[in-house]
């Protein structure tokens, strides 16, 4: 089993930043790839950005592409997503998962593990 726990949400004004973290514990060493995903108030949950394991490949959706940035710390078996240039729009739950699989990564059905999920508001 792994767990995942994330941290680092909050109130920001739009245009500020915000780092959430989110660490793995368990067998972290079965895991293959890791992602964001967020999820607003009567919508679906979305892909925001993907990394693998050895942090060789990430993937950004394009609503995020040049203003968030996804990275790892395999030392600390965590990972990261950097939000810069926040928009209201970027409001949402976000959620960290982690798969041992080696799928596209980018659907929530591909992921075994999940965190509990942090908040993000961007006020305008």
């Known amino acids: 089993q792994v767990q995942l726990v994330e941290s680092g949400g909050g109130l920001v004004q739009a245009g500020g930043s915000l780092r959430l973290s989110c660490a793995a514990s368990?067998?972290?060493?079965?895991?293959?790839?890791m992602g964001w995903f967020r999820q607003a108030p009567g919508k679906e949950r979305e892909i925001v950005a993907t990394?693998?394991?050895?942090?060789?490949?990430?993937y950004a959706a394009d609503s995020v592409k040049g203003r968030f940035i996804i990275s790892r710390d395999n030392a600390k078996n965590t990972v990261y997503l950097q939000m810069n240039s926040l928009k209201p729009e970027d409001t949402a739950v976000y959620y960290c998962?982690?798969?041992?699989?080696?799928?596209?990564?980018?659907?929530?059905?591909?992921?075994?593990?999940w965190g509990q999920g942090t908040q993000v508001t961007v006020s305008s």
């Open positions: 998962a982690a798969d041992s699989g080696y799928g596209s990564g980018l659907t929530p059905g591909q992921y075994a593990y």
């Open positions: 990394i693998n394991w050895s942090g060789s490949r990430a």
């Open positions: 368990g067998r972290t060493s079965s895991l293959n790839f």
